[in-house]
């Protein structure tokens, strides 16, 4: 079992910075494939980015690329999501995940889930 807890959600101005965390709990933490979604109003979950226990990236979805940045601290347990230059579309319900299929963007690939994290983004 793995429980999950984002953190560092809350309202920036378009052009701001945003660090979300996911914090897990449960002993296997490092085996999984730690992935963020995030969901704005009237939408699916969408796939953000996903990182292995060594630090292998799936390739991040292009509307956040370039942008934003996916890491983990396995000491800590960890997960985090950099987000840089801001803008209206971001605005969403970002979710952590933890999954054991690595490159998959399916929502369907991740087993546990956070409560998710509200960013909202400001014109």
């Known amino acids: 079992q793995v429980q999950l807890v984002e953190s560092g959600g809350g309202l920036v101005q378009a052009g701001g910075s945003l660090r979300l965390s996911c914090a897990a709990s449960g002993r296997t933490f490092r085996t999984y494939i730690m992935g963020w979604f995030r969901q704005a109003p009237g939408k699916e979950r969408e796939f953000v980015a996903s990182?292995?226990?060594?630090?292998?990236?799936?390739p991040y979805a292009d509307s956040v690329k370039g942008r934003f940045t996916i890491s983990r601290d396995n000491a800590k347990n960890t997960v985090y999501l950099q987000m840089n230059s801001l803008n209206t579309e971001d605005t969403a319900v970002y979710y952590c995940a933890a999954g054991a299929t690595f490159g998959s963007r399916s929502t369907a690939s991740y087993d546990y889930w956070g409560q998710g994290t509200q960013v909202t983004v400001s014109s």
């Open positions: 990182i292995t226990w060594s630090g292998a990236i799936t």
